[in-house]
């Protein structure tokens, strides 16, 4: 019967440093020359989802409708006061805000 005893010439691996090695934390004195701060960058997607998550967190902690709120401009409405030339300019400021 015939056995392989190895492969004759190849030597046996050996680790990548040696076992008496240690670890040390690298200082200011022993980094690269000009080397770089490390740093963090957030992608515009992830600053727009942090803004929409703030966003429904803070619509989740005020009340959704306020039903007084909107019975008393039903019947402003109704009455024709946005009608009003000064009305009208108020809330076409109070809009803007939000368009701008």
Do not use: H, L
């Amino acid at each position: 019967m015939v056995a392989i005893q190895g492969i004759g010439g190849v030597p046996e691996p050996k680790p990548d440093r040696p076992a008496n090695a240690k670890d040390t934390p690298k200082t200011e004195a022993s980094g690269a020359a000009g080397s770089s701060e490390d740093g963090i960058v957030i992608s515009s997607e992830a600053q727009a989802a942090a803004s929409v998550a703030q966003t429904i967190q803070a619509s989740s902690v005020t009340p959704d409708v306020r039903s007084e709120r909107v019975e008393a401009a039903r019947e402003a409405i109704e009455r024709g006061d946005y009608q009003k030339p000064e009305i009208v300019q108020v809330v076409a400021e109070r809009i803007s805000k939000f368009i701008e």
